[in-house]
């Protein structure tokens, strides 16, 4: 599907929208729900032909009949104002999504409720992956994606935008890069092109890739220019795990001495400690860390409080550090549990997301595991299969 949006907006020859076309949807969608016809439904109000051009948007809406058809469709009035301000709703969503703002996009999902059009599903679409609820957002991405031949321009690039922010979520980082990729130069709003960015720039650190440099760099321009300083300590704080995963002494030291908060400066220590097998834990006892290095820490201080914690956290609380799969692994006690949960687990994922990382880190494990116990042949099948070397 990824590739069906992706061409669908590389279609597109210029910028148009439509809200009379969404009113024109919802009516219609409606009065085939209530099992009314045609007639019906414009019986004292208007002539069939002309309930007809507007479901079929072609003709503009009078005020006036709107509101009576509306109300024959059983639209309330804060619906009928929702369904004619959705575009504004969804701007304020976009927003509220940026400024991680609870109580404006949950009050932008009430606004709509009830109605059925695309651009109000899109609305729903980022109210659930606001609260990660990827059940609901995997099913209205497929709903939606159904209907995007038949979108505005608007509506297919938010809505693609989102699409980004979910593959992310289900870690198809490619696909989350190659679709903000097509989206940045688009000019929806300020909040719009922060998010590819932010899009852009997650993906490619996910994926370990050399590019996350350039994307650091323009997403930093992008939060500067619209006074987004708040979030600078945050993607200052991903960037230096980059960093650090890669060895770049020299980079690194610019990096972390932008970061003011404790947290993140603690963490980023604790996980360098961590890389180089040097930590004590007792200089992280009473200190600030993330939730991730929380539960980095928690390992080798209680490991069996870990495991309680890591069988009902959600996972996706910890999607920017790093990944819970590396938790899990650090939870086994034998050489043999490490070995199937590395083959069977975490290097098929570490490929099917393009997680370099973790296919290099792992892959190091599975040599140490493999020299030990001497399972070289298992090594050697992992190594060609990853690297494509036969």
Do not use: W
Request: charged share 25%; hydrophobic share 40%.
């Amino acid at each position: 599907m990824t590739k069906i949006i992706n061409r669908e907006i590389l279609s597109r020859k210029k910028y148009k929208d439509d809200t009379g076309k969404i009113v024109g949807v919802e009516i219609r969608h409606r009065r085939l729900t209530l099992c009314k016809t045609l007639a019906s439904l414009a019986d004292k109000i208007c002539s069939v032909s002309y309930v007809s051009k507007i479901e079929n948007n072609l003709a503009a809406v009078n005020n006036y009949y709107l509101h009576e058809l509306c109300n024959r469709v059983e639209l309330d009035e804060q619906q009928i104002n929702a369904l004619m301000n959705l575009k504004t709703i969804i701007i304020r969503s976009i927003t509220a999504y940026v400024n991680n703002d609870v109580d404006t996009i949950t009050i932008m999902y009430q606004e709509g409720k009830g109605l059925s059009n695309y651009r109000y599903r899109i609305v729903e679409f980022i109210y659930y992956l606001f609260r990660k609820d990827l059940y609901n957002a995997n099913e209205s991405y497929v709903a939606i994606t159904k209907l995007i031949t038949s979108m505005g321009d608007f509506d297919l690039y938010v809505f693609s935008l989102f699409s980004s922010v979910l593959y992310f979520y289900n870690q198809l980082y490619l696909d989350s890069f190659e679709t903000a990729k097509i989206l940045v130069g688009i000019d929806v709003s300020d909040d719009f092109k922060l998010l590819c960015h932010r899009c852009l720039f997650l993906s490619l650190y996910k994926m370990n890739r050399h590019d996350t440099t350039p994307a650091y760099y323009m997403y930093k321009e992008e939060l500067i220019k619209n006074a987004k300083y708040d979030m600078l300590d945050e993607i200052n704080y991903y960037y230096a795990l980059y960093l650090l995963k890669n060895s770049s002494n020299f980079e690194y030291d610019i990096v972390i001495r932008q970061i003011r908060d404790f947290k993140y400066l603690n963490s980023i220590r604790l996980y360098n400690d961590f890389l180089h097998n040097s930590f004590d834990i007792s200089e992280y006892e009473d200190v600030e860390l993330t939730k991730f290095f929380k539960l980095l820490l928690l390992v080798y201080k209680n490991p069996n409080e870990a495991k309680e914690i890591v069988s009902t956290i959600n996972e996706f609380d910890y999607e920017y550090d790093l990944n819970v799969q590396l938790i899990n692994y650090l939870l086994l006690e034998t050489n043999k549990e490490k070995l199937d949960y590395i083959t069977n687990v975490i290097l098929p994922q570490a490929q099917r997301s393009n997680d370099e990382f973790n296919i290099d880190y792992f892959l190091y494990e599975l040599s140490t595991i493999a020299i030990k116990d001497f399972k070289y042949k298992i090594f050697t099948l992992c190594f060609a299969r990853l690297k494509n070397k036969y």
